[in-house]
């Protein structure tokens, strides 16, 4: 337990030492928050239902968020950990793979949180955002949501040879996934054929979970999405336990 | 005293590749045993055998009376491991490493006074990114030291370092050893194992060619001592007749190399000098150059070791 919390408190320090994933997950969508805000504001448009640009933003954004840490953040620590031979150094201590795991896992949610939260904060603060949904729902969504992307960030890091290659495979996922997914703006706006192309992306279940958990929906209509989360986490489990060496 | 370490038959290949051949060799508590050869004699991967992270083709293993590979658990809680290639992660702080590895071990040393005896007092806050070459390797020392183990593997402990730092880490060896601790290192450079170790494994293909004290192995070659001197003008011609014993010259532009067997009842030296100034011949910078290690190897593998 001791090496748990140690190892933990550790993550997160490193975590917010380097300033490219402390900026993409904390900052970075507070930026694209501000934007929408100074473009759009917030008044209420048939678009979303009668809900605001920034009341339509906020679960959007924090699905970019889970997007950013789920594939960066897991995917480079993870990567960089067995490249350098960090995870090499730790395997000839005592302690369990498990714990260096559970601690990757709990910071990078906790991080991931952090930057939901600050664009919750704004939200509330700068726009007045309107929130219709369950508190413990959208928190669940929100989990699960997490959890199913670290999965394909351990995936990656634990099958792609170099830090190089897992990180342009990620980047290859990410950046199609961010427009394609309806997290950056509503797919309603794109052709139909690339609708159709957003049915093969992770980060659409999200957006779709998030958005409607948010403004209140019931789980009923989202199976879908949670079916797809669930299995991908599934996956993600079943592949790191399997793949997951010290080097 | 028992055998720490116990190797009998080790093998490993990689593919067709033999790593390791019927390696066998004993540590006793206490010493510090080296492992030396050239990048690929098989020194890393030995270690790691019995270090439990590489699992041996064939051959019986005990280290601390334990399976490396059954009883790996055992062996990570109770010895020290300084590994070839391993990292901290870059903006870990110096303190942070060790408090976070004093979490691993259910019995450690104070790391506080680890930090202080390896030096590394002043670099406590300093980001892992930011040490010298030689910092980390003391740092890695003191990560190994962290358990207080019985048994410490070093593997390739001073590569890339300069000659000042790896004096200091030698000095830093032999304290491990004036407390009690057994070291297991590997090396390529000769000197080093000569330097550090109380017995020498020299490794070549995968096996084990000689196994003795440095001092003992430099006996068992017979080598030759050699004179090293210069002279102004040119040496008699009847110079290398005078010399007893077979000793042969050897002139290179000014500078006279003189060969002779070990051992010899008069020392080689005080007869060439006698002879020179007997016979009024001006010499200056004389020295003696005993064999090393390095000429244990060249005659055991008839090559070279290359740094």
């Known amino acids: 337990m001791k090496s748990f919390l140690k190892m933990t408190w550790m993550e997160a320090k490193l975590f917010l030492r380097e300033p490219m994933s402390a900026f993409f997950t904390l900052v970075f969508p507070l930026i694209y928050l501000f934007m929408y805000g100074m473009i759009s504001g917030n008044e209420p448009t048939p678009m979303y239902g009668g809900r605001g640009t920034i009341d339509a933003a906020i679960p959007s954004l924090t699905a970019v968020i889970i997007g950013i840490t789920g594939l960066m953040s897991t995917t480079m620590t993870m990567a960089t950990y067995r490249e350098k031979g960090i995870l090499r150094r730790l395997g000839t201590t005592p302690v369990s793979p498990l714990i260096v795991l559970a601690a990757q896992v709990v910071v990078v949610f906790a991080m991931t949180t952090l930057g939901m939260l600050l664009l919750i904060a704004a939200g509330k603060l700068v726009y007045q955002v309107r929130f219709e949904g369950n508190f413990f729902s959208v928190l669940g969504g929100f989990v699960l949501s997490s959890l199913s992307f670290f999965g394909i960030g351990f995936i990656l890091a634990g099958t792609l040879p170099t830090v190089r290659t897992a990180w342009v495979v990620a980047m290859v996922l990410l950046y199609p996934m961010m427009f394609l997914s309806g997290a950056f703006f509503s797919l309603k706006l794109l052709p139909a054929a690339i609708q159709k192309v957003s049915a093969f992306m992770p980060l659409t279940y999200v957006v779709n979970l998030l958005n409607g958990l948010w403004v209140g929906e019931p789980w009923s209509s989202h199976l879908l999405d949670v079916g797809v989360l669930a299995g991908m986490l599934l996956l993600g489990i079943l592949i790191t336990a399997k793949v997951f060496r010290w080097e | ?307």
Not at chain 2, 25 to 41: L, R, S, T, W
Not at chain 2, 94 to 121: I, N, R
Not at chain 2, 258 to 276: A, D
């Open chain 2, 1 to 307: 005293m028992n055998p720490i370490v116990q190797v009998q038959g080790l093998r490993k290949t990689y593919g067709a590749t033999v790593a390791v051949d019927e390696v066998s060799f004993d540590v006793k508590e206490g010493e510090i045993f080296g492992m030396v050869g050239p990048n690929g004699a098989g020194k890393t991967t030995t270690i790691e055998c019995l270090e439990g992270l590489r699992k041996p083709d064939a051959g019986t293993l005990r280290v601390l009376g334990v399976d490396p590979q059954r009883e790996s658990h055992i062996l990570r809680e109770r010895t020290g491991m300084q590994l070839q290639q391993s990292n901290l992660p870059d903006r870990m702080r110096v303190w942070e490493a060790l408090d976070l590895y004093s979490s691993f071990y259910p019995k450690t040393a104070d790391w506080k006074e680890l930090l202080v005896q390896l030096g590394l007092e002043e670099k406590r806050n300093s980001p892992f990114a930011k040490l010298s070459g030689g910092q980390k390797q003391r740092l890695f020392i003191a990560l190994a030291l962290l358990p207080d183990p019985q048994l410490v593997f070093l593997d390739e402990l001073t590569t890339g370092l300069d000659p000042q730092a790896r004096h200091v880490i030698w000095d830093l060896v032999r304290d491990v050893r004036s407390k009690g601790k057994t070291v297991l290192l590997t090396t390529h450079f000769m000197e080093e194992a000569e330097q550090l170790c109380d017995r020498v494994a020299i490794l070549d293909h995968g096996k084990i060619v000689a196994l003795d004290t440095p001092a003992e192995l430099i006996r068992s070659l017979g080598a030759e001592e050699r004179i090293v001197f210069s002279v102004e003008g040119t040496l008699p011609s009847g110079f290398e007749k005078a010399l007893s014993g077979g000793a042969r010259v050897e002139v290179r532009g000014g500078q006279v190399t003189v060969r002779g067997k070990n051992g010899r009842k008069v020392p080689l030296v005080s007869e060439v000098v006698s002879l020179l100034t007997g016979q009024g011949i001006q010499f200056r910078d004389l020295r003696t150059e005993q064999p090393t290690l390095e000429d244990v190897f060249l005659s055991l593998t008839g090559r070279a070791l290359r740094e």
